[in-house]
């Protein structure tokens, strides 16, 4: 009876089941670090994303890389089953891409050392989490601009650019790159820098996460930290017009040292704050202070110098301490201005809703000052990017897209940034890379001619 059940599963194709599960196992025995498959005990922890909206994909395996040769025995196996794969790192895909459903996500946040070498170099693991890169480059007293949310990985946030509390001053994340190491399709394993593979090199500097292959390493340069001083401004109740107009007239004229957001909140009437950043004396940080408090009123001006280390800690929400973060649901995207935006219709669009927000952070100074193709970051000369964000709470999801999609579309300018990724931003590959999307595309038809590393927003 089994013979003939062999022999039929064999003549239908359904032998294949079985040579997958048998492939699984063999991959699981060849990695130095661990492959949680469905059924294991911590399956469900080691497979949730950071956005729960996408808590329901289940991938068929996910690999916590313990090395480079985990990653590449992981892209190899991916290639030749011809399976999803997506590199992870902190987790925070908005669109939950480093999960895709029924692949290998290859998961290298064990890969986090952090080590801080002459000249002030450091090399980070590609697993690394912002608040212990930052805790590590204050200890020796160097700064490297990057995100602010504690548990984002350093890779995706640099590979897209990355946007910084301290960006006027001293650029972008992906600017401060000096080399990296990269898996690529084809399990190669490769050194880039800017005259080693420089396309590769120019590509990882903003053409986004997971498409020309997985990095396992960055060095990056860093410079001294300065004290930092923050600031938080508060307004009256139905000023949010008001704020963001005088906001976007005084960034204007803003310095490279002064970094500024302003946050417009859902509500009736909307909220608004304005946070911010300042490298330089007191006395010159009053004097723009109150060139904005000239232009609307305020019922609250916090002003708060500190050291380096700690303004990294308070932007990231960590004095005293970070709290647990296990994610929440939510949709997110993006536009670049190269314009001011209408007050008005942006508070409008946020006024009498339940639930979203638009963030607005300066751009300018050192961002400004590199030329658009010179990295694939194409948005150099926006003055500032918007962030629309809506948490999926106490409304349905499909209603969450509907106000994320008329707050999106309200802003305008047709741009985005890769690394607020939207599945359904319109013309998403322009929007996102601008004139570098042709040179990003050739790279990635290079270093991945089979699209090993194909997802629905991916240049392969």
């Not at 599960?21 to 492959?35: P, Q, V």
């Not at 729960?52 to 590449?72: F, K």
């Not at 805790?135 to 990355?162: E, H, K, M, Y």
């Not at 909307?270 to 911010?276: E, F, K, L, N």
Request: net charge positive.
């Amino acid at each position: 009876m089994e013979i003939k059940r062999r022999t039929f599963m064999q003549a239908t194709g359904l032998v294949a089941l079985g040579a997958w599960e048998r492939d699984w196992d063999r991959l699981r025995r060849g990695l130095t670090g661990r492959l949680v498959l469905p059924g294991d005990a911590d399956y469900d922890t080691a497979r949730r994303p950071y956005n729960t909206v996408y808590a329901h994909r289940r991938p068929a395996a996910v690999a916590l890389c313990a090395d480079e040769s985990d990653v590449a025995r992981c892209l190899e196996f991916a290639a030749r089953e011809r399976v999803p794969v997506a590199a992870r790192s902190g987790g925070h895909s908005y669109a939950g891409y480093s999960v895709p459903e029924d692949g290998l996500v290859v998961d290298v946040s064990a890969m986090s050392a952090i080590r801080v070498g002459d000249g002030g170099r450091v090399e980070v693991g590609a697993g690394a989490r912002m608040i212990d890169l930052y805790d590590g480059l204050a200890r020796a007293g160097r700064l490297l601009p990057a995100g602010s949310c504690p548990t984002v990985g350093i890779a995706g946030l640099a590979l897209g650019g990355g946007i910084s509390v301290v960006g006027r001053a001293y650029g972008l994340t992906c600017d401060h790159l000096r080399a990296a190491r990269v898996v690529t399709p084809g399990s190669r394993v490769r050194r880039t820098d800017a005259g080693t593979e420089p396309d590769l090199f120019w590509a990882l500097r903003g053409g986004g996460g997971g498409n020309f292959g997985v990095v396992t390493s960055f060095t990056f340069a860093t410079a001294p930290a300065p004290d930092v001083t923050a600031f938080v401004l508060r307004f009256p109740a139905g000023a949010a017009t008001d704020v963001l107009g005088a906001w976007q007239e005084w960034i204007a004229g803003s310095p490279d040292g002064l970094w500024s957001a302003c946050n417009v909140g859902a509500g009736g009437p909307p909220p608004a704050v304005v946070i911010g950043s300042w490298i330089g004396p007191g006395r010159e940080l009053d004097r723009h202070l109150d060139r904005l408090a000239a232009k609307v009123a305020m019922t609250e001006r916090t002003v708060l110098p500190m050291d380096y280390g700690t303004a990294m800690r308070f932007f990231a929400g960590c004095l005293p301490a970070c709290q647990p973060d296990d994610g929440s649901p939510f949709v997110a995207s993006s536009r670049m201005l190269h314009r001011p935006v209408d007050p008005a219709r942006v508070v409008a669009l946020l006024d009498g809703r339940r639930t979203g927000r638009a963030q607005f952070d300066t751009f300018g100074g050192a961002i400004g000052r590199v030329r658009p193709d010179a990295t694939a970051f194409p948005h150099r000369r926006a003055i500032a990017s918007a962030q629309a964000y809506v948490d999926v709470v106490g409304v349905s999801e499909a209603e969450a897209r509907r106000i994320l999609a008329d707050l999106r579309d309200g802003i305008g300018h047709g741009t985005g940034y890769v690394n607020y990724i939207d599945p359904d931003m319109p013309d998403w590959a322009t929007a996102y890379y601008g004139d570098n999307l042709p040179r990003l595309r050739r790279v990635a038809r290079r270093y991945d001619p089979d699209r090993v590393l194909a997802f629905p927003q991916g240049l392969a």
